[in-house]
């Protein structure tokens, strides 16, 4: 789980080892911990750190995990809130399931970044899938999820999934073309150096890779922030998708505003209609969250490590 | 509106005149408001207070009304955010066309509580309404309303509405039994001193003064809140109100969570199906929001102040 739209600078009470001079206008409390959120400034939402669990810097970024005294154990990145325990659920069902029941029986699904597991997880409780690629630059990121995590990190456990450790510019470009079924990109800026998602070449990329009305499901922020056009955006999608575009949101507590929002393309092809789903998730099949044991005796029946597939053994087209 | 579930003990930065004991477990920084809400703690929302604007105290409770950065005018009412100018919308439109939209043509409304304007804003743009009653205690919460939220307390300017300002309790006893097509709680804890709303007699006197069929709606907490217990409180209102019973929230990301809830009930006679409206609102009908301008020629065509019943004035039966 990617959220970032900007360079949060945000703190923990924890962070001691930057400068302060972006915080002037910031609210910080000794022993809770708060972003410090550029996108919508004059607030700020303070969980109590009970105890910090984990601090790290892989080599793209910096990784905290504290218990909160009301979310459960919390995940932040470069100061950015990521997920809690408490509500990380809400999230990550919606941004996998709004795609994926939209049409019938999807097969080949990819997620670029959601690096955590969790949308791995949700992917995993759809039957007809049979390729799981997830593409995720930071293998530290997961090693700490799996770590502290593992009920979200569980999602790597499914046999079906392939981790493939690499830049998701680059991964998307090198995949042919109308390979997936479903696309879920869970970094709102997924390349490094930071640049427009909208307005560069990603959308088109991932248009590219899916088959003729496949669908893509990327995080779009809250309704209630200011920044958002969402006309602006549906119709910028809708030039380069050709097929339907909609907009939904979930609640997130632990978000600010406490609501996130999603943006759904589908491609030229068979209509699709993201208000109606058409593919019923099975209540029964839980296997996200209590691991592999509720795979059906139809599969291969052998819990094996996930695969891991290293960036230099991706061929560039 | 009076979002109140248990007695909130918040102070804003500016509140420096009662003891600080219950504040030991929560954070404060100067020139930001937060409440201190007990029923969800471990962790709090702040708001940069740009300028107060108003303090004071009524026969019943405290009241400040500050400018914030981020959320517009801003009310808090004994500590506890009450609205603000950004998101109040979200509330006061849920509250009202919720039931309002349930049933056919609803004709004689109740409102307790509420005593900002803003639900009386909303009642007012269904045209087949010819009766609206308002039970408030507090004239001093209206007036201050009327001096810093012109367009909330706007709600008052329609002749349709009559003010009774009386305890919510009392009144309600008073009502003669089958009057209301509609009744909306905006006041969790309406009657003081403090008790069960759930356990007491308030919903029985409710059901009571509605007719056949008749819709109550009150506000009734967040999904995320541990203490909620829906299934509890709908089984209990099925029981007092022997019609149809459902719970309904939306998004309001000032309040803790960024989501409040809704409980609806009608009374035993026409099934009443609250997710799916008979009473579509009419969109051309704004007259909360822009005035008496665009009340139709069919009404007395003069702007007429508000009706006032003092408290007196009621006869107890």
Known sequence: MEKKTVNYTLKSAADHDEDDDDLVDHPKVPG???EHCPIWPGQAHFLKVEKILFQGRSEYQSMMVFQSSAYGKVFVLDGALQLTEKDECA??????HLPLCSIQNPNKVLLIG??????LREISRHASVQQIDICEIDTMLIDVYKK???GIAIGYEDPRVTLHVKDGNAFIKSVPEGTY?????DAFDPIRPDHELHEGPFFELVAKALRPGGVMC??????WLPSL???????KCSQKFKGSVDYAWTIVPAYPSGVIGFLLCSTEGQFVDFRNPVNPLDPNNNMGSNGVGTISADDEGTKQQVNIQEEDDIIDH
Chains 1, 2 share one sequence.
């Open 218 to 223: 990327i995080q779009a922020e809250s309704i």
């Open 181 to 185: 079924d479903a696309i879920i990109v």
């Open 114 to 119: 959601g690096g955590d597991g969790g949308i």
């Open 148 to 150: 502290y995590f593992p």
């Open 91 to 96: 999230y990550q069902e919606m941004i996998t």
């Open 32 to 34: 809770w911990f708060s």
């Open 229 to 235: 056009d969402i006309e602006h955006l549906t119709a």
